[in-house]
């Protein structure tokens, strides 16, 4: 929702096509989807978190059992989104696209690269100096509201009180086999999405 709402509204990625089509009904399609998508974030930190707390081992020394569980389900938050990042940056750096890259540029880059261009040939003998002036001009008219700053402001935020309004549950172990179900999901989908992706090039 966070992509969808943040896509809609600066015009990239998917939502690049709802930009154009729904001209400024965009705003609010975009408000609407965030707001959904900080309800759901809310939702699933409330309904999630304790029990993720509760999965943690608890070691015998240090502080109390409840901040060594928290600090750990911490710990592993920051590191699955520590692999994730790594896995979307590695992948950029190793097979860069340019029509990604495009798609993923927001619609006022875009409208500023285009009017640039066209200044430029407009304007032969004009050098990089007066470039750079003309560019900062466009940026400036093309200036957007930061709505993917302050929409992933407000999605940490719901996160956050979501955790924080999360009842306790007593402690759990996870038996091996789910674990190991979710880690053969996770290579298998990664592996289908890999092949999947190899096929159209």
Known sequence: MFYLATGT???YG???LIHTLTG?????????????GCAAGFAGA??????LIATMPSPDSGPGP???RLAAALLAIAAATAVNVALDLGELHLRPNPVYAVTMQPERDRAVARELAAWQRAQPEAGEA???AQKRVLVAEHRDFPFLWLLG???????VVGAARSPQVPE???APRPVIVACLAAVISTVTVIAIDASFH
């Open 14 to 16: 998917d939502g690049r």
């Open 153 to 159: 402001a407000s999605l940490i935020v719901a996160i």
């Open 9 to 11: 509204w600066h015009g």
């Open 130 to 132: 007066e470039r750079e």
């Open 46 to 51: 409330r309904f999630l978190f304790a029990t």
């Open 24 to 36: 400024d009904a965009r705003y609010p399609i975009a408000v609407v989807a965030g707001l959904v």
């Open 66 to 68: 409840g901040r060594r």
């Open 172 to 174: 759990r172990r996870l």
